[in-house]
């Protein structure tokens, strides 16, 4: 048999020493894992909004509303329009002289709306000129009645 000599011995104890070393490295670096996470949209709530005209309607006559938007949603959201079928009411006095709703009506916008409303709960209020008007044959009975407008809007979320 052959003597291993002390400068062999310990060569070889650096060698192994080194590839130990490395062999502990490599294992660190070469760690894997896989992770999941489960995120819920959000759900989306209508808008809720009322518009009164700012001026004084007469039959033929129109007027800009005055509308205010309130966002329940946890995010901002641009208004852009409004439906053309909205919900009117004629104040308790008047409706009963024989003043009904169907007096006023709501005209198409020629203009974007386009205001942000922001969310949790945030309210904005803006005007729409030309908005309103009040038809030809409306009855003497909606002298000096208010009118209130429930307004259907559609929009689009906006980033924060």
Same mark, same amino acid.
């Given at each position: 048999m052959r003597n291993i000599s002390q400068?062999?011995?310990?060569?070889?104890?650096?060698?192994?020493?080194v590839a130990g070393i490395a062999s502990v490295a490599w294992a660190a670096w070469s760690v894997t894992g896989n992770a999941t996470a489960t995120?819920?949209?959000?759900?989306?709530?209508?808008l809720q909004a009322t518009a009164t005209p700012t001026g004084h309607l007469f039959p033929g006559g129109s007027a800009a509303i005055e509308v205010s938007v309130t966002n329940p949603n946890d995010? +901002? @959201? !641009?208004?852009?329009?409004?439906?053309?079928?909205?919900?009117?009411?004629?104040?308790?006095?008047?409706?009963? =002289?024989?003043?009904?709703?169907?007096?006023?009506?709501?005209?198409?916008?020629?203009?974007?709306i386009a205001q942000r409303v922001?969310?949790?709960?945030?309210?904005?209020?803006?005007?729409?000129?030309? +908005? @309103? !008007?009040?038809?030809?044959?409306?009855?003497?009975?909606?002298?000096?009645?208010?009118?209130?407008?429930?307004? =259907?809007?559609a929009g689009v979320s906006l980033p924060d």
């Amino acid at each position: 048999m052959r003597n291993i000599s002390q400068r062999t011995a310990v060569i070889t104890l650096v060698v192994v020493i080194v590839a130990g070393i490395a062999s502990v490295a490599w294992a660190a670096w070469s760690v894997t894992g896989n992770a999941t996470a489960t995120v819920t949209a959000s759900e989306v709530t209508a808008l809720q909004a009322t518009a009164t005209p700012t001026g004084h309607l007469f039959p033929g006559g129109s007027a800009a509303i005055e509308v205010s938007v309130t966002n329940p949603n946890d995010f +901002a @959201v !641009e208004v852009q329009s409004f439906s053309k079928d909205p919900r009117v009411t004629v104040d308790a006095a008047h409706a009963k =002289a024989g003043c009904t709703a169907a007096s006023v009506r709501l005209k198409p916008t020629k203009t974007a709306i386009a205001q942000r409303v922001d969310g949790d709960g945030g309210t904005k209020s803006f005007v729409v000129e030309d +908005a @309103v !008007e009040m038809l030809d044959n409306a009855p003497q009975s909606c002298q000096g009645a208010s009118f209130e407008i429930t307004l =259907a809007l559609a929009g689009v979320s906006l980033p924060d």
